[in-house]
């Protein structure tokens, strides 16, 4: 299956030396899974030609706010609106996850229980799984349709399914455990994260995540989705 993968922000300079930008982090994890991929740089204003120049489609994370003022903003809730409509296939990782819901009239805003760094427990139907998460940002409000079939504590809006064609989730699978080191060294010093947040997140580096196994589930999601 052909993935059209529309990236919305760049990794740190320190992060793409070692592991690529968000694009190659999604193709590594999906490594195995029976998909192939094409990039679009939608932060940077490049678009698909149509909803149909793949067979699907990814949206990535992005230093971004959904709710910010940004021109490639609302091309791609456009794109967002179209796809559904049409039934596409298609699944939002954290900034995706927010911009589909925002699209679709639901509500993103910065949390008031502030950042979730590093290694997070989810509810998915009565499983705990464990992702690294990196965000402030959270969906607050569902859209109309939308299920919620994972949540936590700290974040009830963890994933969404929207009829059977759209997943989202919060947490990041595609960020592994090397992948978050390089982005806690990458950020060590910024102001805008709390005093011993990197340090509790660097202390669950050595356990393993469920990013492999949450990778299984997206692209059969994705392979399987029907109108």
Known sequence: MHIGILQCGHTPDQVAAVHGDYDNLFITLFDGQGLTFKTWDVVDMAFPDSIDAAE???????????YEDHAFIPPLEDFIRAAHVA???????????????QALGGRVEKFAGGWAVGRHAYDVGGETIHLNAWHQDQVVERPQG??????????ENAA???????????????????????????RAGDPNYPDGLFQEARSH?????????YAARLATFLKEARP
């Open 56 to 66: 699907g489609w990814l949206i990535t994370g992005s230093k971004h706010g959904a």
């Open 87 to 101: 039934e596409k296939p298609m699944i939002g990782i954290c900034f995706g996850h927010q911009i589909i819901a």
């Open 146 to 155: 939308a299920r919620r079939v994972a949540g936590s504590e700290f974040c």
């Open 160 to 186: 969404l399914v929207y009829g059977e064609h759209i997943m989202t989730v919060q947490p990041h699978p595609e960020i592994s455990n090397s992948v978050l080191a390089s982005y806690l060294d990458a």
């Open 205 to 213: 580096l050595e356990t393993p995540t469920d990013d492999l196994a």
